[in-house]
């Protein structure tokens, strides 16, 4: 595997984390998709078959709405894509939940207790 392969599904991911968020937040109409979220990043396969596309949702409750949408959505949001994306085939998306940025703010808060906690103990 050569370092253009790598450079390449990269720049594919990029692209396609651009147009997918794009697609969801301007033509598709399901309504469990108006909330706030964010598609944090896209993974590619070398043989780009598939697609990993990482959805951060802001409102926990909207959170499993929005990816059941997501999910009985990908077939219209793949077609949209290779339409506007110009490759010999479009990867199958798979959407997939990312927590990451819940996890670092609960990190903060931890780590804010701590340092109060200290300064008190001084």
Known sequence: MSVQQFERTDRIASELRREVEKIIREEVRDPRTDCLFSIT?????RDLRYAKIYVSVLEED???????AL????GFIRHAAGQKIQLRYTPELIFYLDTSIEYGVHIAEILNQVNKETKDAN
């Not at 990043?41 to 396969?45: L, Q």
């Open 41 to 45: 990043h896209a993974e590619v396969t």
């Open 62 to 68: 909207k959170r499993q709405p929005m990816m059941k």
């Open 71 to 74: 999910k009985s959505a990908a």
